[in-house]
């Protein structure tokens, strides 16, 4: 089961980067939100963490996680290339993947939890709760249906 949030991050993360791709043809400058977003990132990539633009009302969560695959990249040689327009925008694409497996891996950790372990291949439900479901025309109930 732990290959399935790790295909699925991949999978995830191949078609946002394929957008970003198509983005950054398209449109290689800043656009809508990024107008905002871009500037405020490049100064965390640059270390300079009292810089706050007053407009952006999100957690600097994404900022800090590119200021650091930035100080990485540089640390390998890559000279500051994720801090970018189009570099941001691959970031980006690597953290949506990221998300996709994460909440791939809550949603099967929390399914077999709740199914006590028995987990059917091909379905959502355990089998003997997907039998008699149709039955009854309703999810949970335990009593079977005359």
């Not at 039998?131 to 249906?145: E, M, Y």
């Amino acid at each position: 089961m732990a290959l399935v949030p790790v295909a699925a991050a991949l999978a995830a993360g191949l078609a946002y980067a394929a957008v970003a791709a198509a983005a950054n043809r398209a449109v290689p400058e800043p656009f809508m939100d990024e107008a905002f977003h871009v500037p405020q990132t490049q100064a965390f990539c640059q270390g300079r963490f009292d810089v706050w633009d007053q407009k952006i009302t999100t957690p600097p969560g994404a900022y800090l996680a590119a200021a650091a695959a930035s100080a990485a990249a540089d640390a390998l040689g890559a000279g500051g290339a994720l801090c970018s327009n189009s570099g941001l925008r691959y970031v980006s694409a690597a953290l949506g993947g990221v998300a996709v497996g994460l909440a791939s891996l809550t949603a099967a950790r929390l399914f077999s939890y709740a199914s006590g372990g028995r987990v059917s291949g091909r379905h959502c439900l355990p089998a003997d709760q997907r039998r008699v479901a149709g039955a009854r025309g309703h999810w949970g109930s335990s009593s079977t249906a005359a």
